[in-house]
């Protein structure tokens, strides 16, 4: 027999019931499970991506109030996707875009200017076209990673990025205010991204995760959903980064 504390804490209210959750990118990864637990907390979806298929097939499953298939990466087409909302939104998610590797001096400039891109101005163009959109007390949500934290040859721009978008982060907190806004950083997640980054390694990296992270399992974006999902209902929080990679950034090489 369950006591009265164990079935009020079952039996509570879904946390987002009658919210509005925007996910950029959310066909599949992190996007994807996110927008999956912000559903089953009540919560309506409004869902983006490139590719019209996967976005659709995500949309049906979840049955999202609507989509919009546009590159994120593109100013117009982020700009119009924010004007063209009609609904008050509660919760922005973020999770377009990837790392970029390679070295610094044998890039070229133009690949250089995208890696920064692809994180620290995407956020910075979404605070700008979500602000007026987003109602008091709701959040700003982007990914960063704690790898980049390592510096190395190769990862310059992933170091870079990871560097800035805390303090990117925290002073749009402060401007934005009392819209929140934090950032998630992620260690290895088991998604679709790093399933073609590694290709034919992936199941040697999952066993090594395994065998040496001091949480003796991989991170998957269930795990980054529900810290997501917190981060929105949690109204203490904001211009802060909240790390998820199992400890993978105190291993040796990490
Ligand atoms: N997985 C990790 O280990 C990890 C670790 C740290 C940080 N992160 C960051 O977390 C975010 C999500 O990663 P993930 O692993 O979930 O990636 P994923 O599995 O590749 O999923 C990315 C999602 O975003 C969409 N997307 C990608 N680029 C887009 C763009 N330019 N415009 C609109 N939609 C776009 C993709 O759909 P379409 O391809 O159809 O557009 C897909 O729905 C990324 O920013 C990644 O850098 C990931």
């Known amino acids: 027999m369950s006591t009265p504390s164990t079935a009020s804490r079952i039996q509570r209210e879904p946390e987002l019931l009658g919210q509005t959750v925007v996910v950029i990118g959310a066909s599949a990864g ?49 700009e119009r996707f924010f004007c063209d909302l009609t609904p008050t939104i509660d919760h922005v998610m973020v999770t377009a875009g990837q790392p970029h590797y390679g070295r610094l ?29 987003v109602r008091p007390g709701g959040t700003l949500l982007f990914m960063g990673g704690t790898g980049g934290r390592c510096i190395g040859i190769g990862l310059g721009i992933a170091s870079t990025v990871t560097a800035a978008l805390p303090a990117l982060t925290a002073s749009l907190a402060l401007e934005l205010a009392p819209v929140r806004v934090n950032l998630i950083a992620a260690g290895f997640v088991d998604t679709p991204l790093l ?5 034919d390694e992936l199941e040697n990296r999952r066993n090594q995760l395994r065998a040496t992270l001091p949480i003796w399992r991989v991170v998957g974006p ?24 199992g400890g993978q950034q105190f291993l040796a090489g990490c």
């Open 30 to 78: 992190i996007g994807l499970e996110t927008a999956r637990r912000a559903r089953a907390e009540g919560a309506k979806l409004i869902l983006t991506g490139r590719n019209p298929e996967p976005l659709q097939r995500a949309a049906s499953e979840l049955d999202a109030l609507s989509t919009a298939a546009f590159d994120a990466m593109d100013p117009n087409s982020l």
């Open 105 to 133: 001096f044998e890039m070229a400039l133009a690949q250089a200017r995208a890696g920064f891109d692809a994180h620290l101005m995407l956020a910075l163009r979404v605070a700008r076209n979500a602000a007026h959109k």
């Open 195 to 199: 399933a073609s980054l590694l290709g």
């Open 222 to 245: 269930d795990d980054v959903a529900a810290l997501a999902v917190h981060i929105m209902t949690n109204t203490a929080l904001t211009g802060a980064t909240y790390d998820i990679d």
